[in-house]
């Protein structure tokens, strides 16, 4: 999956009411603490298993998704679950955040903040609850989720104290594990992030191990990109990415995996090298790449008069 970059208006639109939600928590550096923000929001978190519908009971009375009632009994908002393949959900009129419990303790974090973010951007609501005027297609909601995905990160990266913790060194996966420390948040979400607010020419990738592919699962989970590559390098794709791990990844089943140079055509057809690294956590492959250099034009000229 593709990381999708949100207009200009919204963005701004979300960052004032991060930032308000920042300045109320007198945030002054380090992790963002999410018990602090539901108070600040009064929100609440419950919890809720997809193979136990006796959790499900006392959720809410009324949610919908499109434009069908989910919530006239416990076990539709069961089926719902299972049948969207819900991780989380967040129920406006409760001003309710429902998670998965069985979804791992380091992916609560993201989920928790992505219906944080649903909640603060007003337009979101009548998504959330299904409105009957309103039928999204899925581009619109891709939008959406792209907008709550924004949010979330600005929300877990104070804008400031990330920046400068950004662009405090060159862009790399060691970077990126130490700003991932500092925040309190997942070395994947912090990667994304790290890409997706680059002012350069960068892209990263989440991925199976190109040694131990597990059976049933995408080779390239999602490929994130900054403005800038996707503008220079639109035809770049996963399946691409996918061919270079295996050049110069080694069979480490954890921890740093080597890294390259490779080279990329831009839209004009000028050759850029890159340079390449991975790293193998527990499930995932992260990979990043960042622009170094562009090769010179060689101009081949055979023997005999020019014609003038």
Not at 141 to 161: K, Q, V
Request: aromatic letters at 10%; proline letters at 4%.
């Amino acid at each position: 999956m593709k990381n999708v970059h949100i207009d200009a208006r919204a963005a701004k639109d979300i960052d004032q009411r991060i930032d308000r939600v920042h300045r109320d928590l007198s945030y002054s550096g380090g992790k963002i603490e999410l018990p602090q923000v539901r108070d600040l929001l009064r929100l609440d978190l419950h919890y809720y298993r997809a193979d136990d519908p006796n959790l499900l009971g006392e959720v809410v009375h009324k949610l919908k998704i499109g434009a069908k009632q989910v919530i006239e009994r416990p076990a539709l908002l069961l089926e719902a679950v299972r049948r969207f393949d819900l991780n989380a959900l967040f129920i406006p009129d409760r001003k309710r955040i429902l998670i998965d419990s069985s979804v791992p303790d380091l992916k609560k974090r993201w989920y928790e903040s992505h219906e944080v973010a649903h909640s603060l951007i007003p337009w979101h609501n009548d998504y959330m609850l299904g409105d009957d005027r309103t039928t999204l297609s899925q581009a619109s909601h891709e939008a959406i989720e792209a907008e709550a995905n924004y949010g979330a990160g600005r929300l877990l990266f104070p804008h400031r104290a990330f920046s400068e913790a950004r662009l405090s060194g060159v862009n790399s996966l060691a970077q990126v594990r130490e700003i991932a420390k500092h925040f309190g948040n997942t070395i994947t979400s912090t990667l994304w992030r790290c890409v997706e607010q680059s002012d350069e020419v960068t892209f990263a990738s989440i991925s199976e191990h190109p040694h131990y592919m597990r059976e049933g699962k995408l080779p390239i989970e999602y490929f994130v990109s900054s403005k800038l590559f996707e503008r220079q390098f639109p035809h770049v794709t996963e399946s691409e990415i996918w061919e270079w791990l295996p050049t110069y990844c080694s069979y480490r089943q954890t921890g740093p995996l080597g890294s390259s140079e490779i080279v990329l055509r831009d839209a004009n057809g000028t050759s850029n090298v890159f340079g390449i690294e991975s790293f193998s956590i527990k499930y995932s492959v992260l990979t990043l790449a960042r622009f170094l250099r562009q090769l010179p034009v060689q101009i081949s000229v055979s023997r005999g008069t020019i014609a003038t």
